[in-house]
């Protein structure tokens, strides 16, 4: 099937056959193929180490949206510079990054989404986390457990991405309840769905603020 032009994939949002987020996930460690002239200048620039993560999760971006759009993979019209939130021209929806370790996340919907994966057994000093940021709706909580903390950080994360916030300045302000299927930010008055998902060895989330129906959003496992 030959590719479509740039401007074609506008269509494709346009009959979006379902509200559900696209989801792909990538296990991290693999050759990348597709980088840009723009793409390779940046990486020059950054340490042996950022720059294998830079090209590589730039390559699974390009290789996700390129199904997605059915446009070459380095047509891919997508702005994602070092630390900043990748964008796509207007029209073609939104999409958000996260990865951990071993694994590379990428979310995709017609309106903002945030997204965060965290290894399920990731060890880390949660009591300290959770006096930290969570302490005043933790405080009485007797059952607080490693794995509810990293719960609680993995949705805030989704929650900051989706709302283009900033996690210094918002953390604090959104409400978080276990097995809810919302999240609300104190001061600005926001509503953001929540789906949470244990996957194999790592725990998603994903914010957005469509509706949620009743069906899980797909993964799609390219490499694993």
Known sequence: MPYHQFEEPLNIINNYPNRLPKIWLYKMGCVTHVSTSSELQIASNLSQARAKIFLETRYYMRDALSALFNINPIKVPI?????????????????????????????WHQKNIGIDIERSD????????????????NI????????????EWCA????IKCDRGKLSRDIKKWKYQVNAENLYHKSKKIKLNLVQIPFLDWTISIAYKSKILHNLPKIICNNL
């Open 79 to 107: 702005n994602a510079q070092p630390g900043e939130p990748p964008k796509l021209p207007n029209g073609m929806g939104y999409i958000s990054i996260s990865h951990c370790k071993d694994a590379f996340i990428i979310g």
């Open 156 to 159: 805030i994360e989704a929650a």
């Open 122 to 137: 990731r060890d880390f000093n949660y009591k300290k986390l959770a006096n930290k940021y969570f302490r005043q709706r």
């Open 140 to 151: 009485k909580n007797s059952n607080l457990n490693r794995y509810s903390i990293l719960k």
